[in-house]
T-cell receptor, first 112, second 111 residues
């Protein structure tokens, strides 16, 4: 059974903190993605990676960075968390851009 | 040109009815059109997908209709059930590029 796991389901952080969201996939997929989901705005792509150490900006990369040191792991970093980064964060992976994306269960991040 | 526009934002359908969700795109280079289904508390999961060499694809009660000339595609859910209540996202891309998602449709099927 394919699996994408995310390190936390719920996270509460204070403004200005550095936040790490971890994602691990066990399918040997090349591509990994980070989205944020907000009511009425759908799924917005933050960053994606198509290979180890390779990354590309998505539609809303400001305030975020990513790291992919190993094929199975893709981390999203909020360098200095702000309240407008309160959101649901979803990680996904796929074998190819035009193949099924498998999503993790999401991390609901609250920044106070 | 990179947007995928999805409508309606929300939909209420009686049990046994037909649910229809529409998406439109501008980029004629798009060649992959999936639909994802998301239940509360879960990540989205692929429901059904189509490529532009066919005009329709059916899997059980779910059908994608694709109109290449109009640059539109739609999801039809026949005999809608309360268990179909979820958020549905359409998406599109061209080879080698990330999927672009619509903003989602929240479907409620009343019993």
């Amino acid at each position: 059974d394919v699996k994408v796991t995310q390190s936390s389901r719920y996270l509460v952080k204070r403004t200005g903190e550095k936040v790490f969201l971890e994602c691990v996939q066990d399918m040997d997929h090349e591509n990994m993605f980070w989205y944020r989901q907000d009511p009425g705005l759908g799924l917005r792509l933050i960053y994606f990676s198509y290979d180890v150490k390779m990354k590309e900006k998505g539609d809303i990369p400001e305030g975020y960075s990513v790291s992919r040191e190993k094929k199975e792991r893709f981390s999203l970093i909020l360098e200095s968390a702000s309240t407008n980064q309160t959101s649901m964060y979803l990680c996904a992976s796929s074998l190819n851009f035009s193949y099924e994306q498998y999503f993790g269960p999401g991390t609901r991040l609250t920044v106070t | 040109q990179q947007q995928v526009k999805q409508s309606p934002q929300s939909l209420i359908v009686q049990k046994g009815g037909i649910s229809i969700i529409n998406c439109a795109y501008e980029n004629t280079a798009f060649d992959y059109f999936p639909w994802y289904q998301q239940f509360p508390g879960k990540g989205p999961a692929l429901l059904i997908a189509i490529r532009p060499d066919v005009s329709e694809k059916k899997e059980g009660r779910f059908t994608i209709s694709f109109n290449k000339s109009a640059k539109q595609f739609s999801l039809h859910i026949m005999d809608s059930q309360p268990g179909d209540s979820a958020t549905y996202f359409c998406a599109a891309n061209q080879a080698g590029t990330a999927l672009i998602f619509g903003k989602g449709t929240t479907l409620s099927v009343s019993s």
